[in-house]
């Protein structure tokens, strides 16, 4: 990790920028997969798997024998830490559903506002280096309390042609029956377009590979929603004096273990705990299995030593991170500065690993940056937003005249018109 202390302000906006790679060179290829997928369907995704998976698959849809016995394939303290996690997930999404309030903005002008369930969704959920049937629960479970009629699965299949049972043990918890054997950018065509075994849906979900997120950012142009603008995982450290160096050390590696264009940021006041940090990145470093990933990730990562709390909080909402970490002794007093960030741990025994698993928040974040102006997921990605209104005779003799005139000023007549129609018959009656 570069040490870099007391950096001067005019050097931030540089110091905020990620270690993005050049997507553009992917999109030759990845759009002539969206053509094989779009002109032969099934067969396309069959041989993709062959070619990119290394399999033979006999069959794109998981079987229902295939889920019902993930059961017996996983140990008991998974499948209780699996159900534990829904639980937790399911409570907090629950609250998120917003009742019905209708407004009489005047006499006789009601409106509301009501959430309906996207009807189709698409979850892309990774089975590659790890998979992610933490992510399976952040997006099903949110989908299930929505509402939405067909949920889609796509993840890749290992060398045997089978999907994780933990993935299919999730998916069996969700109520998720429909499981495509389908990867990459093939599995995003897939859910944009259709195959015949593969519904398409208006919005998909889910975190990927570079192949993933340029393939759904190329379908999101074709009129296909997403759910954000992903990309490498990230996490930010603010800490000082009170802060637990190894807690912190482990907290950089959480997120720094996902991949090597996984970024991690720390900001102290204190050249001591900096100090402390590195080595503890070291010892912590050397006897991690994914240690390769790790260590590329911390050499695109950087420990800065600024002066005080409130610049280290200054520096966050410019770098506007996907996960922050407040390893302060008075982070409360900080909460209504947080402008920028997809989620908040508070304290020192508040690890990030909380969220990405079983505390209930949500896991699925925006990231490089785009913090500043997007939500993680949530039950609203899941949903949307119908406006309702219902004006009675009375009501339209009180707003009419205030639409006429406004109308009338853009030049609108017809607009104009279709009230002025209607007082007309309201005043002969």
Request: hydrophobic share 40%.
């Amino acid at each position: 990790m570069q040490r870099i202390e007391y950096p001067a302000q005019e050097t931030w906006a540089e110091l905020v920028k990620r270690p993005t790679k050049n997507y553009e060179d992917l999109e030759a290829g990845i759009q002539s997969t969206f053509k094989l997928v779009q002109q032969k369907g099934d067969t396309a995704l069959l041989e993709l798997a062959e070619k990119f998976d290394k399999v033979n698959l006999t069959d794109l849809l998981a079987s229902e024998d295939e889920i019902n016995s993930s059961d017996t394939k996983l140990p008991d303290e998974l499948k209780e830490a699996i159900r534990q996690a829904y639980s937790n997930i399911k409570k907090l999404h629950e609250q998120q559903a917003e009742p019905i309030k209708q407004v009489e903005t005047m006499t006789g002008v009601t409106c509301w506002r009501k959430s309906v369930a996207i009807d189709k969704v698409g979850l892309y959920i990774p089975g590659g280096t790890a998979p992610l049937f933490s992510t399976l629960l952040m997006l099903g479970v949110p989908a299930r309390i929505a509402g939405c009629r067909e949920i889609v699965l796509c993840t890749p299949p290992n060398k045997e042609g089978s999907v994780h049972p933990a993935i299919l043990y999730t998916a069996s918890l969700l109520g998720i029956t429909k499981i495509v054997k389908a990867g990459g950018a093939q599995a995003v065509a897939a859910l944009a377009y259709g195959t015949e075994s593969v519904p398409a849906v208006s919005k998909i979900f889910g975190p990927g590979n570079q192949y993933v997120t340029v393939a759904k950012q190329m379908v999101s142009k074709a009129g296909v929603a997403i759910d954000l603008p992903a990309g490498p995982s990230e996490v930010l450290v603010m800490a000082d004096d009170t802060a637990h160096p190894a807690f912190v050390a482990a907290d950089l590696l959480s997120q720094a273990e996902h991949g090597a264009d996984s970024q991690v940021v720390l900001l102290t006041n204190s050249a001591k705990l900096l100090e402390a940090v590195t080595q503890e990145l070291q010892a912590q470093l050397e006897v991690l299995p994914r240690k390769e990933f790790a260590a590329k990730a911390l050499d695109n990562s950087v420990g800065l030593l600024l002066k005080d709390v409130e610049e280290m909080l200054q520096f966050s909402n410019l770098y506007a991170p996907e996960h922050l970490i407040l390893s302060v002794a008075d982070f409360e007093s900080l909460l209504d500065g947080i402008t920028n960030a997809g989620s908040v741990f508070l304290g020192n025994y508040s690890p990030e690993s909380a969220g990405d698993y079983a505390s209930g928040t949500n896991h699925t974040l925006p990231t490089n940056g785009f913090a500043r102006a997007y939500s993680g997921v949530s039950l609203d990605s899941f949903v949307k937003k119908i406006t309702f209104q219902h004006i009675t005779p009375a009501g339209l003799q009180n707003i009419g005249k205030t639409i006429e005139i406004m109308a009338a000023a853009e030049g609108l007549d017809a607009h104009k018109n279709a009230v002025s129609i209607r007082l007309k018959e309201v005043q002969n009656v």
